[in-house]
């Protein structure tokens, strides 16, 4: 007989040589990461609606979203001066506490996925969490999705610094915690996902989709079991498409969309332009345009706060087509004067509130013209919502996911489809941004391109210039200079004094007359010719920079110098080799979303 030994190292290793590679393993790091952001952003969405209600307590006595109906039971002073206070607590709390001195929201979001490789302060979305729920509790006219989406962003970015992540990862974690704040928010875990990869991360490669679609569900999860299994809004009985001649109805309501889309992000555009005129204190703003909003809610409370009520009873048919056309221009004149003085939100829930008010009046006015071929308006309340929303966020698809799950009606989302579908393309073709891109634009950022802007914002112009040039003094003369140029390797010559500083460029253009004549050539040096004051790259440029600046220039190689104050010259730069390294970034990028490194 004979007894096969084994040691006990081979019994033992086997488990833990599978947890050693299940723990270098990137996407088993990501999922298990995804899942505690997701318990995180759900959290932090929950805590968020419980703030609003504690202010909103404060103010008006009453926490909750059926705000319409406690404001319209208070006297007009205290609707007229809640929204004010809240303003200056706002405004003195930005202006001293806030980065940038301003509030803010998922542009920058945006703006720290593409552009800075999704690193994000904790401590500012902490704080901008804080300003959204003052804003929000006081009744300015702003949604609480906006908020939740940065703070979730927030916390993904801030556990990925503390891993020391890369790029890829990080952004992927930032992701996550956009999913899982969105999926909380409205109880929706595909348009969390949809949203996530839509408008932050800007591709749908598996590595980012499994973690995201993690995130999205734990934070859904979270949000139910808390909240129960309900939808953000009471939805009326299911529709059903009464024929087929309502998709031009359809059609034409995602037409009206955009235009609604349009006039309410250059609304707010305009308003915060106006504001930033007024010769007081900015931390004053967010003050008077509390007492603005609060004059418009003695009218019309239903523009007070998320306005989530009335969406419910627009949805629910029960407003007059003349309230409705009210509410759409009351609602869409508080928000911007909310969000143009300084007040802390988003625009989600007010663009659903706007749509509804919008499709619930147009489908009146359809309705009454066509009776026998009309769905009824509320159908056209919920296609308004996901046409408007879809259009101002720029995120069609996400919208049209997010209206589906809170319906499970297959029918109305044809027809959502469609509208959305049409004001998103006309809102991009006529206005070119969304209301986030359109935030940035205003800042001086472009985000076109995604994170492939971000790329060439990460790499500087140190890192790829050639340390092999040919210098002259400033003394040489003509006849070596002729010959120096013959043998120079970019066809250039650059002038260095004895200091060490760039003072000019020569090339074969620059010699004129003086590149076959030689009559003068005894008297004559390099700098008599010279091209002076040429333009120069900083080694700290980054690449973003050195191809505006080849692009302006009209050169293809451009001197490098340690810094424009000195101009001491390190180096020079090649166009071509800038375009190289950039797609070098490139692919390894999208060879780390597609898992290949």
Same mark, same amino acid.
């Given at each position: 007989?004979?007894?096969?030994?084994t040691?006990?190292?081979?019994t033992?290793?086997?488990?833990?040589?599978?947890?050693?590679?299940?723990?270098?393993?990137?996407?088993?790091?990501?999922?298990?990461?995804?899942?505690?952001i997701?318990?995180?952003?759900?959290?932090?969405?929950?805590?968020?609606r419980?703030?609003?209600?504690?202010?909103q307590?404060?103010?008006?006595g009453?926490?909750?979203?059926?705000?319409?109906?406690?404001?319209?039971?208070? $006297?007009?002073w205290?609707?007229?001066?809640?929204?004010?206070?809240?303003?200056l607590?706002?405004g003195?709390?930005?202006?001293?506490?806030?980065?940038?001195?301003?509030?803010?929201?998922?542009?920058?979001?945006?703006?720290?996925?593409?552009?800075?490789g999704?690193?994000? &302060?904790?401590?500012?979305?902490?704080?901008a969490?804080?300003?959204?729920?003052?804003?929000i509790?006081?009744?300015?006219s702003v949604?609480?999705?906006?908020?939740?989406?940065?703070?979730?962003?927030?916390?993904?970015?801030?556990?990925a610094?503390?891993?020391?992540?890369?790029? &890829?990862?990080?952004r992927?974690?930032?992701?996550?915690?956009?999913?899982?704040?969105?999926?909380?928010?409205?109880?929706? $875990?595909?348009?969390?996902?949809?949203?996530?990869?839509?408008?932050?991360?800007?591709?749908?490669?598996l590595?980012?989709?499994?973690p995201?679609v993690?995130?999205?569900?734990?934070?859904?999860?979270?949000?139910?079991?808390?909240?129960?299994?309900?939808?953000a809004?009471?939805? $009326?009985?299911?529709h059903?498409?009464t024929?087929?001649?309502?998709f031009?109805?359809?059609?034409?309501?995602?037409? =009206?969309?955009?235009?609604?889309?349009?006039?309410?992000?250059?609304a707010?555009?305009?308003?915060?332009?106006?504001v930033?005129?007024?010769?007081?204190?900015?931390w004053?703003?967010?003050?008077?345009g509390?007492?603005?909003?609060?004059?418009?809610?003695?009218?019309?409370?239903?523009?007070?706060?998320?306005?989530?009520?009335a969406?419910?009873?627009?949805?629910?048919?029960?407003?007059?087509?003349?309230?409705?056309l009210?509410?759409?221009?009351?609602?869409t004149a508080?928000?911007?004067?909310?969000?143009?003085?300084?007040?802390?939100g988003?625009?989600?829930?007010?663009?659903?509130?706007?749509?509804?008010?919008?499709g619930?009046?147009y489908?009146?006015?359809?309705?009454?013209?066509?009776?026998?071929?009309?769905?009824g308006?509320?159908?056209?309340?919920?296609?308004?919502?996901g046409a408007?929303a879809?259009?101002?966020?720029g995120?069609?698809?996400?919208?049209?996911?997010?209206?589906?799950?809170?319906?499970?009606?297959y029918?109305?989302?044809?027809?959502?489809?469609? &509208?959305?579908?049409i004001?998103?393309?006309?809102?991009?073709?006529?206005?070119?941004?969304s209301?986030?891109?359109?935030?940035?634009?205003?800042r001086g950022?472009?985000?076109?391109?995604g994170?492939?802007?971000?790329l060439?914002?990460?790499?500087?112009?140190g890192?790829?210039?050639?340390?092999?040039y040919d210098?002259?003094a400033p003394t040489t $003369? =003509?006849?070596?200079?002729?010959?120096?140029l013959q043998?120079?390797?970019?066809?250039?010559?650059?002038?260095?004094?004895?200091?060490?500083?760039?003072?000019?460029?020569i090339t074969?253009?620059?010699?004129?007359?003086?590149?076959?004549?030689?009559?003068?050539?005894?008297?004559?040096?390099?700098?008599?010719?010279a091209r002076?004051?040429?333009?120069?790259?900083?080694?700290?440029?980054?690449?973003?920079?050195?191809?505006k600046?080849?692009?302006?220039?009209?050169?293809?190689?451009?001197?490098?110098?340690e810094?424009r104050?000195?101009?001491?010259?390190?180096?020079?730069?090649?166009e071509?080799?800038?375009?190289l390294?950039?797609?070098?970034?490139?692919?390894?990028?999208?060879?780390?979303?597609?898992?290949?490194?």
């Open positions: 007989m004979s007894i096969q030994m040691t006990p190292d081979q033992t290793d086997k488990p833990a040589l599978t947890v050693r590679r299940l723990t270098k393993n990137d996407q088993v790091i990501l999922t298990v990461l995804a899942v505690a997701g318990f995180l952003a759900g959290g932090a969405a929950i805590a968020f419980h703030t609003i209600d504690l202010v307590g404060l103010g008006y009453f926490g909750g979203e059926h705000l319409v109906t406690i404001v319209s039971a208070l $006297p007009w205290q609707v007229l001066l809640v929204p004010a206070v809240g303003g607590a706002v003195v709390f930005v202006h001293g506490l806030m980065p940038n001195q301003r509030p803010q929201g998922v542009a920058d979001v945006i703006e720290a996925n593409a552009l800075r999704g690193r994000m &302060s904790l401590s500012s979305g902490l704080k969490a804080l300003v959204s729920a003052v804003s509790g006081s009744g300015a949604g609480r999705e906006g908020p939740v989406v940065h703070l979730g962003a927030s916390l993904g970015a801030w556990i610094q503390r891993l020391h992540l890369g790029r &890829s990862p990080s992927t974690l930032l992701g996550c915690g956009v999913a899982a704040a969105v999926a909380a928010s409205f109880n929706a $875990p595909i348009a969390g996902t949809f949203f996530a990869l839509e408008v932050v991360i800007g591709h749908y490669a590595t980012a989709l499994a995201v993690i995130a999205s569900v734990t934070g859904t999860i979270v949000s139910r079991m808390y909240y129960g299994d309900f939808p809004f009471i939805l $009326p009985e299911l059903t498409i024929s087929f001649w309502e031009p109805a359809f059609a034409l309501l995602g037409v =009206i969309s955009a235009a609604i889309a349009i006039v309410f992000i250059r707010a555009m305009v308003a915060e332009a106006t930033a005129r007024v010769p007081l204190p900015s004053t703003y967010p003050a008077l509390g007492l603005a909003v609060g004059a418009i809610g003695i009218f019309f409370p239903q523009v007070l706060g998320v306005g989530y009520e969406t419910d009873a627009a949805l629910s048919e029960r407003y007059d087509l003349w309230l409705l009210a509410l759409l221009v009351f609602k508080a928000t911007a004067i909310s969000l143009g003085t300084g007040f802390g988003g625009v989600f829930s007010p663009s659903l509130v706007i749509g509804a008010m919008l619930g009046a489908g009146i006015i359809a309705t009454s013209v066509f009776p026998e071929l009309s769905s308006h509320g159908a056209y309340t919920i296609v308004g919502m408007v879809g259009a101002v966020l995120a069609p698809i996400s919208t049209i996911l997010m209206i589906f799950e809170l319906t499970g009606d029918a109305i989302t044809i027809a959502v489809m469609i &509208s959305t579908t004001a998103a393309i006309i809102t991009q073709q006529v206005h070119g941004y209301f986030f891109t359109a935030q940035l634009k205003r950022m472009t985000v076109t391109g994170h492939d802007v971000g060439l914002r990460a790499g500087r112009v890192d790829v210039m050639s340390k092999v210098a002259i $003369p =003509i006849p070596e200079v002729r010959k120096r043998r120079a390797p970019w066809g250039e010559l650059f002038i260095i004094d004895e200091s060490g500083r760039l003072t000019g460029v074969f253009a620059d010699l004129h007359e003086t590149a076959f004549d030689t009559s003068h050539d005894a008297e004559l040096m390099a700098d008599n010719v002076k004051r040429p333009t120069v790259l900083d080694s700290h440029d980054d690449l973003e920079s050195a191809f600046t080849f692009s302006i220039s009209g050169e293809v190689n451009l001197p490098v110098v810094s104050d000195n101009m001491h010259m390190i180096g020079v730069a090649q071509h080799e800038i375009v390294a950039y797609h070098r970034a490139l692919n390894r990028a999208h060879g780390e979303e597609r898992g290949g490194g």
